[in-house]
C-alpha cells in the first residue's frame, strides 16, 4: 500500500543529493545535458519550435548516444503500468484530466516541447509508483500543477509563481506551499531523477542519419517535435523507450515527403535499438492518424481534425472500453459547466 500524503511528506526534508536531480551523480550527466543543451542552444521561435543556427551544432557522438540508450531505462514508467491502465487498475480517466490541464497551461505560457514532455513523463512515473487517495478529485489537478511546475523550473528560463501557473480552467487554487509539498513528494516517487532521456536527445542523430549526415530541414524538425508532443498524449506508446519512438517518429516524418523502403530507413539504427520495436511504433502512429482521419459509419466528418497534428491529437486523447469510446476531458469538459474554483 501507498504511504499516505502526509507521511510521505513528511520525511523529504534533506534528502536530495545536490547532484542527483540532473544526472543522477553517475558521471554520465554532461553527456545527457550536453544532448538536451542542443535543442536549447537553437531557441525558440513563436511556434515553440526550434530555430537558430543549427550549422553551429555538431552531430552526436557514437559514444553520447551509448550513454543516453544505457540512460534512458532509468526514467520510464513501472513495466506494468500500461497493463494497469489497459486492464482498468489504474484510471485512464485521471491521466487524461491531467494532460488535458497541463497542454492548456503549457500553451498558455508558450513553455517549450521539451517541459511539455518532461511533465507527461513525471506524471506517467508518478502513477506508475504512487496510488492517489480515492476520493479527492483535486489530487490529480494537485498532481498536474506539480509536474508542469517541476519541468517547467528544469527546462524553461522564465518560470511563473505557482499562483500564477494555475491558469486556465482550473477547478481548485492550491497555495504555494501546497504545491510545493506536492513537488517534494514527487521528486521523492521519482527518486530525484528529473532529467530524463527524452525522444528529443534523439531526433537529430536519426534525422542525420536518414539524410545522410547531413542536417535536416526545418521543417523536418518542426513535424518531428509536433508528432512527438501528441503521440505522448497515447497510452499505447508509453511502451516504447524514447529511442524507439524517436526512431519511429524520424522515419514517420521522412517517408510523409519521400519514398524510403523500411529496410533502408531503418538501417540506421544503432545496436541496443530493437528494430521490431520501431516498426511496431511506426505501425500504431499511422493506424491511429487512419483511425481518426477514415471514421466509422455514424462519424460526423466534419469533427474530425484535418492536420496531421490535429489528427494525431485527436487519437491520442482517445481510450476505448470493452464496448464504447470514451473521449478525453478535453472533449467532455464543453458539455458540462466548470465547476466554482474552490482554493485548497
Known amino acids: 500500500m501507498a504511504p499516505s500524503f502526509d507521511r510521505a511528506v513528511s520525511s523529504l526534508l534533506c534528502v536530495e543529493d545536490d547532484t542527483s536531480v540532473f544526472g543522477e551523480n ?22 515553440g519550435c526550434f530555430e537558430g543556427r543549427e550549422e553551429l551544432v555538431p552531430m552526436q557522438s557514437e559514444e553520447c548516444l551509448a550513454v543516453l540508450l544505457e540512460k ?3 526514467h520510464l514508467p513501472g513495466l506494468d503500468y500500461l497493463t494497469r491502465l489497459r486492464n482498468g487498475d489504474l484510471d485512464v480517466a485521471v491521466r ?13 505560457f508558450s513553455f517549450g516541447p521539451l517541459s511539455a514532455y518532461l511533465s507527461i513523463n513525471y506524471l506517467d512515473r508518478f502513477l506508475s509508483t504512487y496510488d492517489l487517495p480515492k476520493g479527492k478529485p483535486w489530487m490529480t489537478q494537485l498532481l498536474a500543477v506539480a509536474c508542469l ?8 528560463t522564465e518560470v511563473p509563481l505557482s499562483l500564477d501557473l494555475q491558469a486556465g480552467e482550473s477547478k481548485f487554487v492550491f497555495e504555494a506551499r501546497t504545491i510545493q509539498r506536492m513537488e517534494l513528494l514527487v521528486l521523492s516517487t521519482l527518486s530525484w531523477r528529473m532529467q530524463a532521456v527524452t525522444p528529443f536527445s534523439y531526433l537529430d542523430h536519426f534525422l542525420r542519419k536518414i539524410n545522410g ?3 535536416p530541414l526545418r521543417t523536418l524538425i518542426s513535424r518531428s517535435v509536433q508528432l ?18 524517436a526512431a519511429a517518429v524520424a522515419i514517420s516524418v521522412v517517408r510523409e515527403n519521400q519514398f524510403m523502403d523500411i529496410e533502408e530507413a531503418t538501417s540506421f539504427l544503432p545496436q541496443p535499438v530493437r528494430k521490431e520495436r520501431v516498426l511496431r511504433c511506426i505501425e500504431l502512429i499511422s493506424d491511429m492518424a487512419l483511425s481518426v482521419a477514415f471514421p466509422k459509419s455514424g462519424t460526423s466528418v466534419s469533427s474530425v481534425p484535418q492536420s496531421p497534428i490535429g489528427v494525431l491529437d485527436a487519437a491520442c486523447l482517445s481510450y476505448k472500453t470493452d464496448e464504447t469510446a470514451i473521449g ?12 466554482k474554483r474552490r482554493r485548497t
Open 149 to 156: 511546475s517541476l519541468a517547467a523550473k528544469m527546462e524553461e
Open 26 to 47: 553517475d558521471g554520465d550527466g554532461a553527456a545527457g545535458e550536453g544532448v538536451e543543451a542542443t535543442w536549447r542552444r537553437r531557441g525558440r521561435g513563436q511556434d
Open 72 to 74: 534512458e531505462c532509468r
Open 213 to 215: 549526415g547531413n542536417l
Open 96 to 108: 487524461a484530466e491531467a494532460m488535458d490541464w497541463m497542454g492548456k497551461v503549457h500553451a498558455h
Open 328 to 339: 478525453s476531458c478535453a472533449n467532455s469538459s464543453h458539455s458540462s459547466p466548470d465547476p
Open 228 to 245: 512527438v508532443l501528441s503521440i505522448a498524449k497515447g497510452i499505447d506508446f508509453v511502451e516504447f523507450r524514447p529511442s524507439e519512438v
